[in-house]
Nanobody
Framework: QVQLVESGGGLVQPGGSLRLSCAAS????????MRWYRQAPGKSHELVAR???????NYMDSVKGRFTISRVGANHTVYLQMNSLKPEDTAVYYC?????????WGQGTQVTVSS
């Protein structure tokens, strides 16, 4: 059984920064795509960023130039560095990883951008 555990959310002022972490644990043979999604109240799930097994990256348009996704293979961890945060970035952020060919999800972490 595998598990994804997120950390790093919180309250930050507009223009501030946060770094989210998501660590995978358990019986892991292979991790493919790792992604961050978010869901704001009353809105649908959005794919914020993804990073492939070879390090290829994609971002949603509204976060390009502000967010950076990275991963450390040895630690089975994916990060999301979020800079220049805006109130519209407020959401619950979820980690996703394809582990051993099976989609896995974290529990979510709240990010609130407000003055």
């Amino acid at each position: 059984q595998v598990q994804l555990v997120e950390s790093g959310g919180g309250l930050v002022q507009p223009g501030g920064s946060l770094r989210l972490s998501c660590a995978a644990s358990g019986s892991i043979r292979d991790i493919g795509d790792m992604r961050w999604y978010r869901q704001a109240p009353g809105k649908s799930h959005e794919l914020v960023a993804r990073i492939g097994a070879i390090g290829d990256r994609n971002y949603m348009d509204s976060v390009k130039g502000r967010f950076t996704i990275s991963r450390v293979g040895a630690n089975h961890t994916v990060y999301l560095q979020m800079n220049s945060l805006k109130p519209e970035d407020t959401a619950v952020y979820y980690c996703y990883a394809n582990i051993n060919g099976v989609p896995s999800w974290g529990q979510g972490t709240q990010v609130t951008v407000s003055s």
